[in-house]
């Protein structure tokens, strides 16, 4: 092989790496990490608690929602509930008051944004310990009693839950996406083995009152406020036995729009978390690096490697270049077209790159999302 074909090698090699880093080989390398277990002491009292949540249009999974409300705090009646109605047009303000003997209601002057309302929520708390969750979330009955024992532990600033989906077998997206989230599930689990998770979604996690930052209303709040407990010298990490429950999107347009969405959020916060990633030890650096960083740009990762593949099969033998992008473009039309199986599944999967490495070069150009839709394929 000449220096060329070597260096196109030594490409599609590296490319593969950095696509495969954050399932394959960033596990790996947590699990030859030592073990740091949360040290649970003797409760002397049970911390307060406030559970909070934001809806908009909803209505159609809030009835579930409030019957779960209810279970909860039968279990603990000291339990106080929040929720903030977005501006909703489809009756959630109307059934979210009905509840008003479970919960209490803010409703918001219009369409401003989880993140403005959780912020008005957790300023209104009484609770030690802020839980937050999403409306078409459900939790387990115990998962409140099981939750707040982990705050015995002194080190311990916030604590997530583990997100079960139901509904994956709906469709190749509702698929794709649950093998994605179990995917995410394991390296929580790794990554809180081995000190700190790197941020939590907005399912089911929790923070002590007095660590809950400011922040603007274009980031993540999930994020931003889950990587303030790190910041704060504090160990961020997962409870396996605190279950909720949410059902997948099972349109491909959903998924995408959704991952678009979140992308760019996630880059803006990434942006206005810089100066606190800056300060946290080099063993979370790179726990950040390998979980956001790498899979973010997986994208370019595709398309360097893949470009690098065609160009050595061109100078190998230029038919086998020629067929292997003829059956690229082949398997992209008939994976655009398929709604079930393995075509389907692989197009899904490569719609997730596209739409997220999207919303980053959105975010980039300084385009974001303050406000959100519920995906109707969800319901």
């Avoid at 593949?309 to 067929?323: Q, Y």
Wanted: hydrophobic share 50%; charged share 25%.
């Amino acid at each position: 092989m000449t220096l060329l074909d070597m260096t196109l090698l030594a490409i599609i090699l590296l490319a593969a790496i950095l696509l495969l880093w954050p399932f394959v080989f960033y596990p790996l390398v947590l699990r030859l990490l030592p073990a740091r277990p949360v040290r649970l002491t003797e409760q002397t009292g049970v911390p307060s608690a406030s559970l909070l949540f934001c809806a908009y249009d909803e209505a159609a999974s809030l009835p579930a929602k409030i019957d779960n409300l209810r279970t909860l705090k039968a279990r603990c009646p000291g339990l106080e509930i929040l929720a903030f109605d977005d501006g909703s047009s489809d009756g959630t303000g109307e059934l979210l008051a009905q509840a008003r003997d479970v919960l209490t209601l803010v409703r918001g002057p219009g369409r401003s944004g989880k993140a403005h309302g959780m912020k008005r929520l957790a300023a209104m708390a009484r609770g030690d310990i802020l839980i937050f969750t999403d409306a078409n979330v459900l939790l387990a009955e115990d998962a409140i009693e099981k939750l707040l024992p982990y705050y015995t532990d002194p080190a311990v600033g916030g604590v997530l839950g583990s997100l079960r989906y139901e509904g994956a077998g709906t469709s190749a997206s509702a698929s794709v996406g649950a093998l994605y989230w179990r995917l995410e599930e394991k390296l929580k689990d790794l990554e809180s083995r081995t000190g700190n998770v790197m941020g939590a979604d907005g399912s089911i996690f929790s923070i002590r009152r007095d660590l809950y930052p400011d922040f603007p209303d274009s980031v993540l709040d999930d994020l931003t406020v889950s990587m303030a407990v790190v910041f704060a010298g504090r160990r961020l990490v997962k409870a396996r036995d605190v279950l909720a429950r949410e059902m997948m999107v099972a349109r491909r347009e959903d998924e995408y729009r959704r991952k678009i969405r979140i992308a760019a959020r996630s880059w803006h916060t990434h942006c206005h978390l810089r100066p606190g990633l800056a300060r946290m030890s080099r063993l979370d650096r790179f726990k950040y690096g390998s979980r956001k960083l790498v899979r973010w740009f997986g994208l370019p990762w595709m398309v360097i490697g893949g470009a690098a593949a065609l160009l050595l099969a061109w100078r190998l033998e230029p038919l086998a270049a020629i067929a292997l992008g003829a059956a690229a473009i082949m398997g992209l039309m008939l994976g655009s077209m398929a709604r079930r199986g393995p075509l389907a599944a692989l197009m899904d999967l490569l719609l997730a790159y596209v739409a997220t490495f999207r919303g980053i070069r959105m975010a980039m150009r300084g385009q974001t999302f303050t406000t959100w839709t519920p995906a109707k394929s969800r319901d």
